[in-house]
């Protein structure tokens, strides 16, 4: 499945900022869907995750309680919405696709087999 990420900016810390995930190709409701972040010289984090099929949700303890992330059957999209912005969330914000399959561990970033190009989120204090 082919994804476009969108929403990013540039903000000031304590705002808030929705990221949207589209889907083109095939349905999202035949994936699991992740976004994940990546800081200059850091690793690739993740942020949060979402069975498309009954809509459990999964977070990092550094976002729980700031971001939502949510679905919309209709429009094959994924949303990443950010309240509450700190400083420390300033990365490139991707989104992810996995195959439903048997397993599925929403924080690896290695189990997911689909990619969007990436939006960048600047938070300045």
């Known amino acids: 499945v082919q994804l476009q990420a969108s929403g990013g900016g540039s903000v000031q810390a304590g705002v808030s900022l929705r990221l949207s995930c589209t889907a083109s190709?095939?349905?999202?409701?035949?994936?699991?869907m992740g976004w994940f972040r990546q800081a200059p010289g850091k690793e690739r984090e993740f942020v949060a995750a979402?069975?498309?099929?009954?809509?459990?949700?999964y977070y990092a303890d550094s976002v729980k309680g700031r971001f939502t992330i949510s679905r919309d059957n209709a429009k094959n999209t994924v949303y990443l919405q950010m309240n509450s912005l700190k400083p420390e969330d300033t990365a490139v914000y991707y989104c992810a696709a996995r195959s439903l399959g048997s397993t599925w561990t929403p924080s690896n970033h290695y189990e997911y087999d689909d990619w969007g190009q990436g939006t960048q989120v600047t938070v300045s204090s």
């Open positions: 979402i069975r498309w099929s009954g809509g459990t949700t």
């Open positions: 190709g095939r349905t999202l409701s035949r994936y699991y």
